[in-house]
C-alpha cells in the first residue's frame, strides 16, 4: 500500500456550509474505527483507450474504481468517493498508458494481467472525514480492427479442433466395433455363414468381412492342396509316418474352416470330416 498522500481541500455545499454555520461548529471528525468499509459502486464503470505497441491500435479498457477506508462509515466513504473519482480516473489512465505499450495488439490477455497488477497498487486521498483508498479493476479487450483481422485464424483452429475431436471419436468408435467383430469371429468362426451374417448389419461392414472371409478361406484351400500333396507325395516315396502326419494336419484345417475335401464349405463339421 503506498504511503503518498493527495492533500485537498474538500468542497462542501452550500447547504451544507449553512447548516454548519447555523450549528455554530464545524463539522465533527469521525472516529478511527479498526472495521474496514469497502465501497465500489457498480454504475461506474469507465472505458479507457491505450495504445498498444507500435502506437497503432489502442486497447480497449473497461474500468472500475473500489474505495475503502477503515476512519469512516460507509455513507462518509461514498461522498468521499464522489469528492476523489475525478483524480482517481486520472491516475487510472496514467497507469493503464504506461502498460499498454509494452505489449504487442494481440496480447490482450497478458496486458490485462499487466494492468491488473498495476492498478492493484492502491493510492490514498485524505479528505473531510479521513483517509480514503483507492484501487481498480480492469478487464480489457483488444482493438476491434485487430479482432476483425485474428477472426478467420480463430475459426480455423475451433475448426481443426473440431474436426480432432470427430476423429479421435470416430477412431474410438472404430475400436470398439472392431472389438465386437473380433469376438464373434472368435466365437463363430470365420466360415460364410459370418459373411452372410454380416449383410444383415451395415453394408461397409458387410463388404469388410465378406473380403476377410473369403481371403481366409481362399488361402485355406491353397493350405490344404499343399497339405495333400505333401500326403501323396510322402506316401509315394514310402514315408508313411510323414504322409500320415501330412493328412491328419489336413483333416484338421478342413474341421476348422469347414471345408470338404473340394474346398467348399460345409454346413457343419461332420460333413467335413466325411
Same mark, same amino acid.
Given at each position: ?68 477506508? !477503515? ?8 461522498? +468521499? #468517493? ?11 489512465? +496514467? ?12 496480447? @490482450? ?19 473531510? #472525514?479521513?483517509?480514503?483508498?483507492? @484501487?481498480?479493476?480492469?478487464? =480489457?479487450?483488444?482493438?476491434?480492427? =485487430? ?29 470398439? =466395433? ?16 459370418? #459373411? ?19 481371403? !481366409? ?36 484345417? !478342413? ?10 464349405? =460345409? ?8
Amino acid at each position: 500500500m503506498s504511503s503518498k498522500y493527495r492533500h485537498g481541500k474538500r468542497r462542501r455545499s452550500l447547504w451544507r456550509r449553512l447548516v454548519d454555520w447555523f450549528r455554530g461548529a464545524p463539522r465533527p471528525t469521525p472516529s478511527i474505527s479498526n472495521e474496514e468499509v469497502i465501497h465500489q459502486p457498480t454504475d461506474d464503470i469507465a472505458r479507457v483507450s491505450a495504445l498498444s505497441h507500435g502506437d497503432v491500435f489502442e486497447f480497449q479498457v473497461d474500468t472500475a474504481l473500489v474505495w475503502s477506508s !477503515r476512519q469512516m462509515s460507509y455513507d462518509d466513504l461514498v461522498d +468521499e #468517493a464522489r469528492e476523489f473519482t475525478a483524480s482517481a480516473r486520472d491516475t487510472v489512465r +496514467e497507469r493503464i498508458w504506461q502498460v499498454a505499450r509494452g505489449f504487442s495488439p494481440y496480447q @490482450s490477455a497478458a496486458a490485462e494481467q499487466a494492468i491488473q497488477q498495476a492498478l492493484a497498487d492502491t493510492w490514498c486521498y485524505r479528505g473531510a #472525514a479521513g483517509t480514503v483508498h483507492c @484501487s481498480a479493476k480492469a478487464w =480489457v479487450r483488444p482493438d476491434p480492427k =485487430v479482432r476483425d483481422h485474428l477472426m478467420p485464424f480463430e475459426l480455423r483452429e475451433l475448426e481443426l479442433e473440431a474436426n480432432t475431436a470427430l476423429a479421435l471419436l470416430r477412431a474410438d468408435r472404430f475400436e470398439e =466395433v472392431a472389438r465386437r467383430w473380433q469376438r464373434l469371429f472368435d466365437e463363430l468362426g470365420h466360415d460364410a455363414m459370418v #459373411a452372410y451374417a454380416a449383410q444383415l448389419t451395415d453394408p461397409a461392414i458387410a463388404g469388410v468381412v465378406t473380403g476377410l472371409v473369403n481371403h !481366409r478361406r481362399a488361402s485355406a484351400v491353397e493350405l490344404a492342396d499343399v497339405l495333400r500333396q505333401a500326403s501323396k507325395d510322402h506316401e509315394h516315396v514310402g514315408l508313411y509316418e510323414f504322409a500320415a502326419a501330412y493328412d491328419a494336419a489336413l483333416q484338421n484345417l !478342413r474341421r476348422q474352416m469347414h471345408l470338404d475335401e473340394n474346398g467348399f464349405p =460345409v454346413a457343419d463339421e461332420t460333413k467335413a470330416s466325411s
